[in-house]
């Protein structure tokens, strides 16, 4: 299979290019880790460390051969794409995250809800955020009341379902 | 005893009240989920896992697997109804299921898949049922070598045999692999890729990736659409019940997509997309009104869908007898069975036969229930189907956080369900498929453990692997399977392949 002469001069496209790089970052972790443990092989002559040392190879060279299919073939473009949304949920998840343990479980995945009603274009926070603490309430009562979830709670759940 | 003492057995276990509520539960729960437009049922099974945490392990998988026969269902009334396949199994569903109900005909189409899935599940159910003690007794001979060259025909088939790319799908999975690596290893106690932080010590959550892959990483791939005309929902007009034309044009599609599905799900060949393919063109192939293709004819829906259905149902074969998970959907199971300790495989059946035969009898029933609750009730399963948007994705994200907090509310964990949900938005943009990261996570340490036992058995000798035939043949069939779509591809014959991509269940 030879590609047209006109890909003889195309650059890489850069998203080969960042996941070769992730690749081999990766693969180099798993050997750099597996550097460390010890060779304790036994019977089987394979210890905790080849494993992971098959694995990081693994990722290596999956990572050129990203690399080399980047500069062969027609580079992939996805559909395009809106960066905002994306950012709200990220932040809605850390936000979540975040403040999970202190303002207990309802207020931090209200302010989730809201976030994600906000990235699929809903912008109204005072309304989705008050329905985004309501719904988790019932969520958290039925399921750390009746399924024996154990969600972590905070001063709203205790004011209503009781410490 | 025979197969039918044991169904008899698992009936009277399904029957207790209490286990009839918890199959209701979770076909309700299926349905009502797997409805929802872009939610298939490695999705549905994901976000519901959290809802079986507090039970007891009989109940628990009971609901479990009316979730995922629940999902099925109502995957197939998304796509008839609005176009969107909620699943890849079901895009064939979609193309001529919705052109049914563009023209009116949207109540017969639904009718034919639900009764066409209720007659291949129900079938499909009865052959998991007979097959399984036979795989079993062919289990109980393997020793960890079968076992590893089993795991790796697996992860082959799962990642590169099908889908546009081999490169991709090992990628996938190796990214699974090198995750499943995290944590304390089984055999030396050594921690592996833990960085001290203790958290990780456990490993990492074959739940939380899958959620964090399939409910976060669609919703940002959506989301990062922007805003999108929403589809239109098809209305049923008319009558719901099918004519007797109807019946008489639907009855064999049936039996022969129950034929298809269920072989290819049982085999370790990956997703039901196939058999769903195969059905499509053989009923196209054999029908009497061949014109009616393309624009809503009822043989491309019945048989599809039968199709999919004997696969869910296929897939169960390799899962409960040897503990084997061949799609996505089957790695979200066995990470439900493990939570109570439960390994499948052939010792299930010996020491908890109650337990594996209530389940499969509870399928024969959930399979009743679902038709009882699909035709009558489809007015309100579509009306799920017009929940705005935003509060659709909000109440997702929701669940999807609920699963991981409830398992484990720490920062690290939902840092993990974070990350990996960029990274699911990631593969999705740039077309690498999600079903080999899971199944590389949840098979990479056992795949791991049992070479490690065949080569302490051998005393270290490598050439242990291919002694026994058993092993050799699995090993050569995964070495094709692995080589020669390369090889159809670059001769430009990939096209084939592509087309059965298994990418979510």
Same mark, same amino acid.
């Given at each position: 299979?030879?590609?047209?002469?006109?890909?003889?001069?195309?650059?890489?496209?850069?998203?080969?290019?960042?996941?070769?790089?992730?690749?081999?970052?990766?693969?180099?972790?798993?050997?750099? *880790?597996?550097?460390?443990?010890?060779?304790?092989?036994?019977?089987?002559?394979? @210890?905790?460390? *080849?494993?992971?040392?098959?694995?990081?190879?693994?990722?290596?060279?999956?990572?050129?051969?990203?690399?080399? *299919?980047?500069?062969?073939?027609?580079?992939? *473009?996805?559909?395009?794409?809106?960066?905002?949304?994306?950012?709200?949920?990220? $932040?809605?998840?850390?936000?979540?995250?975040?403040?999970?343990?202190?303002?207990?479980?309802?207020?931090?995945? @209200?302010?989730?809800?809201?976030?994600?009603?906000?990235?699929?274009?809903?912008?109204?926070?005072?309304?989705?955020?008050?329905?985004?603490? $309501?719904?988790?309430?019932?969520?958290? @009562?039925?399921?750390?009341?009746?399924?024996?979830?154990?969600?972590?709670?905070?001063?709203?759940?205790?004011?209503?379902?009781?410490? | 005893?025979?197969?039918?003492?044991?169904?008899?057995?698992?009936?009277?276990? %399904?029957?207790?009240?209490?286990?009839?509520?918890?199959?209701?539960?979770?076909?309700?729960?299926?349905?009502?989920?797997?409805?929802?437009?872009?939610?298939?049922?490695?999705?549905?099974?994901?976000?519901?896992?959290?809802?079986?945490?507090?039970?007891?392990?009989?109940?628990?998988?009971?609901?479990?697997?009316?979730?995922?026969?629940?999902?099925?269902?109502?995957?197939?009334?998304? +796509?008839?109804?609005?176009?969107?396949?909620?699943?890849?199994?079901?895009?064939?569903?979609?193309?001529?299921?919705?052109?049914?109900? !563009?023209?009116?005909?949207?109540?017969?189409?639904?009718?034919?898949?639900?009764?066409?899935?209720?007659?291949?599940?129900?079938?499909?159910?009865?052959?998991?049922?007979?097959?399984?003690?036979?795989?079993?007794?062919?289990?109980?001979?393997?020793?960890?070598?079968?076992?590893?060259?089993?795991?790796?025909?697996?992860?082959?088939?799962? =990642?590169?045999?099908?889908?546009?790319?081999?490169?991709?799908?090992?990628? +996938?999975?190796?990214?699974?692999?090198?995750?499943?690596?995290?944590?304390?290893?089984?055999?030396?106690?050594?921690?592996?890729? +833990?960085?001290?932080?203790?958290?990780?010590?456990?490993?990492?959550?074959?739940?939380?990736?899958?959620?964090?892959?399939?409910?976060?990483?669609? %919703?940002?791939?959506?989301?990062?659409?922007?805003?999108?005309?929403?589809?239109?929902?098809?209305?049923?007009?008319?009558?719901?019940?099918?004519?007797?034309?109807?019946?008489?044009?639907?009855?064999?599609?049936?039996? !022969?997509?129950?034929?298809?599905?269920?072989?290819?799900?049982?085999?370790?060949?990956?997703?039901?997309?196939?058999?769903?393919?195969? =059905?499509?063109?053989?009923?196209?192939?054999? /029908?009497?009104?061949?014109?009616?293709?393309?624009?809503?004819?009822?043989?491309?829906?019945?048989?599809?869908?039968?199709?999919?259905?004997? =696969?869910?149902?296929?897939?169960?074969?390799?899962?409960?007898?040897?503990?084997?998970?061949?799609?996505?959907?089957?790695?979200?199971?066995?990470?439900?069975?493990?939570?109570?300790?439960?390994?499948?495989?052939?010792?299930?059946?010996?020491?908890?036969?109650?337990?594996?035969?209530?389940?499969?009898? /509870?399928?024969?029933?959930?399979?009743?229930?679902?038709?009882?609750?699909?035709?009558?009730?489809?007015?309100?399963?579509?009306?799920?189907?017009?929940?705005?948007?935003?509060?659709?994705?909000?109440?997702?994200?929701?669940?999807?956080?609920?699963?991981?907090?409830?398992?484990?509310?720490?920062?690290?964990?939902?840092?993990?369900?974070?990350?990996?949900?960029?990274?699911?938005?990631?593969?999705?943009?740039?077309?690498?498929?999600?079903?080999?990261?899971?199944?590389?996570?949840?098979?990479?340490?056992?795949?791991?453990?049992?070479?490690? !036992?065949?080569?302490?058995?051998?005393?270290?000798?490598?050439?242990?692997?291919?002694?026994?035939?058993?092993?050799?043949?699995?090993?050569?069939?995964?070495?094709?399977?692995?080589?020669?779509?390369?090889?159809?591809?670059?001769?430009?014959?990939?096209?084939?392949?592509?087309?059965?991509?298994?990418?979510?269940?």
């Amino acid at each position: 299979m030879t590609p047209p002469v006109a890909h003889a001069t195309r650059r890489p496209d850069g998203a080969a290019l960042v996941i070769t790089a992730g690749l081999c970052a990766l693969g180099a972790v798993l050997l750099w *880790d597996a550097g460390r443990l010890p060779e304790a092989t036994g019977y089987s002559g394979m @210890g905790p460390a *080849d494993a992971p040392r098959l694995i990081g190879f693994g990722l290596i060279g999956l990572g050129i051969w990203t690399l080399i *299919d980047g500069f062969r073939s027609e580079p992939e *473009d996805p559909p395009h794409q809106h960066p905002m949304p994306v950012l709200w949920i990220v $932040a809605g998840l850390g936000a979540q995250l975040v403040l999970l343990s202190t303002i207990g479980f309802s207020i931090g995945t @209200g302010i989730l809800f809201a976030c994600t009603a906000r990235a699929f274009g809903y912008r109204k926070l005072l309304m989705s955020f008050p329905i985004g603490v $309501a719904f988790s309430l019932l969520v958290f @009562g039925i399921f750390d009341g009746l399924l024996k979830l154990n969600l972590p709670g905070g001063p709203l759940e205790t004011l209503i379902y009781g410490g | 005893m025979t197969t039918f003492d044991y169904l008899m057995q698992g009936f009277a276990v %399904a029957a207790d009240p209490m286990i009839l509520l918890y199959a209701l539960i979770g076909v309700t729960l299926g349905t009502a989920v797997g409805v929802l437009p872009g939610i298939g049922p490695a999705l549905t099974v994901a976000l519901l896992l959290p809802v079986t945490y507090g039970l007891d392990p009989a109940g628990s998988l009971i609901m479990f697997a009316g979730i995922y026969y629940g999902g099925m269902y109502g995957g197939s009334t998304t +796509s008839i109804l609005l176009n969107t396949p909620g699943e890849s199994a079901s895009i064939v569903t979609a193309l001529e299921g919705n052109k049914m109900a !563009r023209k009116g005909r949207g109540g017969p189409a639904l009718a034919t898949a639900a009764i066409g899935s209720f007659v291949a599940g129900s079938i499909a159910t009865l052959m998991l049922a007979f097959l399984a003690p036979q795989v079993v007794k062919l289990a109980l001979v393997f020793g960890p070598r079968e076992y590893f060259a089993l795991m790796v025909l697996a992860f082959v088939t799962v =990642s590169a045999a099908f889908g546009d790319s081999t490169r991709k799908g090992l990628v +996938s999975l190796f990214l699974g692999l090198a995750l499943a690596m995290v944590g304390i290893d089984s055999l030396t106690g050594q921690t592996r890729l +833990s960085f001290g932080v203790p958290q990780l010590l456990d490993g990492i959550e074959v739940t939380t990736l899958a959620v964090a892959m399939f409910a976060l990483g669609e %919703a940002l791939f959506i989301a990062s659409q922007g805003d999108k005309a929403p589809e239109t929902v098809q209305a049923i007009k008319g009558s719901v019940w099918m004519t007797r034309e109807d019946w008489k044009r639907s009855w064999k599609p049936w039996l !022969r997509g129950t034929a298809f599905g269920f072989p290819i799900g049982a085999m370790p060949a990956g997703g039901a997309e196939i058999g769903t393919f195969l =059905s499509y063109a053989t009923e196209k192939r054999l /029908s009497r009104h061949p014109e009616e293709f393309g624009h809503g004819a009822i043989e491309g829906v019945a048989g599809p869908e039968a199709a999919n259905n004997a =696969s869910a149902a296929g897939t169960l074969v390799p899962l409960l007898t040897l503990g084997l998970p061949t799609s996505a959907t089957a790695a979200i199971m066995l990470a439900g069975f493990q939570q109570f300790g439960l390994q499948p495989g052939p010792l299930l059946f010996a020491t908890n036969p109650e337990l594996v035969w209530g389940l499969i009898s /509870s399928l024969l029933i959930a399979n009743v229930m679902l038709v009882i609750l699909n035709l009558p009730l489809i007015g309100l399963w579509v009306k799920l189907l017009t929940i705005p948007r935003h509060w659709l994705y909000a109440g997702i994200l929701l669940f999807a956080t609920l699963g991981t907090i409830g398992a484990n509310p720490s920062p690290v964990e939902l840092g993990m369900l974070m990350i990996f949900g960029v990274l699911g938005y990631g593969m999705r943009l740039y077309g690498y498929p999600i079903a080999p990261i899971v199944v590389g996570l949840i098979l990479g340490p056992m795949a791991e453990q049992q070479l490690r !036992r065949a080569l302490a058995i051998a005393q270290g000798d490598v050439t242990t692997l291919v002694q026994s035939p058993v092993a050799a043949v699995l090993l050569a069939i995964a070495a094709v399977a692995l080589i020669l779509p390369l090889v159809l591809r670059a001769r430009g014959k990939g096209n084939v392949l592509s087309q059965m991509a298994a990418d979510e269940d």
